[in-house]
Each structure stands twice: as structure tokens, then as C-alpha cells.
């Protein structure tokens, strides 16, 4: 009996102390009382120099929810957390959210680096995660993807091959180079670009060179890659290095008429402010915002600089934040049961698998369907160029701009 006992003591004690383990929060279901607001997390970089993307994404949300008003009479509340492009953040940042109760969805992360943390842990606590600019293939990988995670963004087999075809056949480049930063974004990113240049009869110069995210002399990596003769450098890294490799690329007289080439990840004015004359003529891969109709130019873009206090968009995933926010919306209105008291019960199971049944949905971003892993966009890539805003064809027409230059939509 006293073994018995003993050794039931001990496992409600390992069971203890794995569930401290544990990141504590919701699972379940969700009750909202009668009068008060649903709450909706955001997960995404606000500080640091990539807090453009991240604005961005937060403005497009919040656009969403002052357009659609309240959601079966309960007022939208948002939270927000700082993903702070990192997997450290992604943890802090996820923990702090899943700890409240009342959190009923979370748009985020941003960056694909703090994703692979965040949602682990909200899959474990059972709250729907949809990430508007998450693009690294490993988080909608069957044998890697979290349970609850969804994304309005793109995937980067698409980004990757896209820009392979743009070097290939509008620049007419057969040698590239490429480099990361060793992000799961970054790092994916290039591969995929590396393998589809490959297979449209392109040749590798020197094998991807990795570079930190804190790194700010990038010298010795672009001499070894002058040495084998590329025609094309890609490297999609963020703000802060993009800007300084791009200035030390430039500054080396062996890559002279060399292109240059980043993505998503570096269009923003804080990256063209940062890189100054440099960054003329550099391409960037990333989602094609030329949007079919008026909306954008007449309701969405007041909405967001009104909310925002800016001229024009900070980065170029506010408009599948705008997305990822009313289909979080949609799905809890179809789930939702409204009591007799006015207040709301949502079942988390019900929401996450009404999120994952949206096909065809008529979005900013296209007609978006979410296939059983969670990737949901209508993934239109294109490229741009950095542009003096004097010298644009039509400057109305830019992304991401500073007072000077912009990133201009050339191809497709």
C-alpha cells in the first residue's frame, strides 16, 4: 500500500511539474460576457528596425475591425504584443498572450523566426494563430506545421521560384549568388531561389553564405563572393543588414554592374532611408499589391492612414493583415452561439477548423483558400525597383517609400 501510494504521489508529481512546464492559458471554449469586448491578440515586430513590417501588419488589422464595427454586439478590443522579429519575442511575446483568457484569436507574427515559437505555444493552449506575413515553407510543412496556425501570406516556394524566373528571364542572368541571414524566412527563402535558378539552366557562383541578423560589416563575405563572377547577388534579409550590405556592395568596385536583390522582408521607407543612394536599382521580391478594383484607393488606404498618422503604407503586408483580420472575423460570427444573457460561447476547436474551410473568400489579396495546412493565400508575387520618385513612371504607383526614393512594381 505505502508503494502504491508512493508511487502514485510521485506521478501526480511528474505530472505536476510537467504541466508547469506547460505555457498556461485557454483551451476549450470561450465565453464573452454580456457588455463586454471580444479580444483579439497581435503578435507582431513594433520596436526595432523592422518595426515597419510589423506596424504595418497592426495597422491593416485594426483597419479591419473599425470597418466591420462589432462582432454580434460585442466591441473588437485588440492586445498587442512585440514579436520583435526574433524567437525569443515570438516566446515572450505568445506566452504573455495565451496567459489571458479572453484572447479569442492572434494575428502574427511577422517574422517567420519568432512564428516557429508562437505557435507552438498557442496550438498547445488551443487559440487560433493567422500570421498575414509569415512565409517560411516550414510553417506549413506537413511534418513541422502547429495545429492552430494559419497564414494569409504567401508561401516562399512561391517567392523563391518567382524571382529565379524574374533573373532568369527579364534580367537575362545566368550566375547568382546568394546570402541569408540564417532565419528560417531568409535562410528557406534562398534555397528556393537557389534551387529554381538551377532548374531554369542557371549556375551557382559559391555556395549561400550566412550572415547574423546583428551583423554590420559584410565585406569579407561580398569579396568571397566577388571572386566567383555572379551577375546577381539575392539576399533576403531585413532591414537593418539589407541597408548595409547594400551600401558595402556598392562600395566594392569587383561587383561593379552586378545586380542586387532582396524581398519582402526589406521594403520598407526605414530600409530606404537607411541604404540612401545605394539602394538605386536594387530589386526586391515580394506580394503584388496592384489590387483589382477601388477599394484599396478608396476606402482601405483613408482607413489607414487615418489609424496610422502616415502618407502611404510602412511595408507591404497591411492588406493581407486586412484579410487574415476579417476572416478571423467571419469565423467567429459562423462558430459563435449568442446566450440569453447577451453573452457569447465560442468553441476554439470550431473556430480554428471554420478558419481552415474558407475557400474562395473575396479578399483584399485575391480569392483565398486554406488548404488542410493552413496556407490560405491567393499568392500573387512581383517585383520591384528602387527608383528615384522623380524619375518613376508613376510615383502613385509606389510601395514603400522615402522622401526621395521607392520601391516601384516592375515585373510581372
Known sequence: MKLRALSAACALLIAGLAAACQPAGPTGTLTVPAGQPIHIGTLLVITTADADLGLDSQYGARVAAQLHGPIMGHEIQFTHQDDQCSAE???????????????????????????????????????????????????????TRQAYYARTAHNDRVQGAAMAQFAREVLGVTRAA?????????????QVFRDSFEAAGGTLTAPAQAVAPADTDFRQVLTTLAGGDPEL???????????????????????????????????????????????????????????????????????????????????VFHAHS???????????????????????????????????????????????????????????????????????????????????????????
Open 89 to 143: 519575442g515570438g516566446t515572450t511575446g505568445a506566452r504573455a498572450l495565451v496567459a489571458d483568457p479572453q484572447i479569442a484569436a492572434i494575428i502574427g507574427t511577422s517574422c517567420s523566426s519568432s512564428g516557429v515559437p508562437a505557435s507552438q505555444i498557442a496550438s498547445q493552449s488551443g487559440i487560433l494563430m493567422v500570421s498575414p506575413s509569415n512565409t517560411a515553407p516550414s510553417l506549413t510543412a506537413p511534418a
Open 322 to 412: 486586412f484579410d487574415a483580420m476579417n476572416m478571423v472575423i467571419e469565423a467567429i460570427k459562423a462558430v459563435a452561439v449568442q446566450n440569453a444573457d447577451g453573452s457569447l460561447t465560442i468553441n476554439r476547436e470550431a473556430l480554428r477548423d471554420r478558419f481552415l474551410e474558407f475557400a474562395n473568400y473575396q479578399g483584399l489579396t485575391g480569392n483565398l483558400t486554406c488548404d488542410e495546412n493552413g496556407d490560405c493565400a491567393d499568392p500573387k508575387i512581383s517585383v520591384s525597383e528602387v527608383e528615384r520618385i522623380a524619375d518613376a513612371a508613376d510615383p502613385t504607383q509606389c510601395g514603400a517609400a522615402s522622401e526621395t526614393v521607392c520601391f516601384l512594381r516592375i515585373w510581372p
Open 178 to 190: 546568394s546570402v541569408h541571414d540564417g532565419s528560417p524566412y531568409s535562410e528557406q527563402l534562398q
Open 233 to 315: 547577388i539575392y539576399y533576403p534579409i531585413f532591414t537593418a543588414g539589407g541597408a548595409l550590405m547594400t551600401q558595402q556592395a556598392r562600395e566594392n568596385p569587383d561587383l561593379e554592374g552586378v545586380h542586387l536583390a532582396g524581398a519582402d522582408g526589406m521594403q520598407s521607407p526605414t530600409f530606404l532611408n537607411s541604404a540612401g543612394e545605394a539602394a538605386i536599382g536594387l530589386y526586391a521580391s515580394g506580394p503584388d499589391l496592384a489590387f483589382a478594383g477601388t477599394f484599396y484607393a478608396d476606402t482601405f488606404l483613408p482607413a489607414y492612414r487615418q489609424i496610422s498618422q502616415t502618407q502611404a503604407p510602412l511595408s
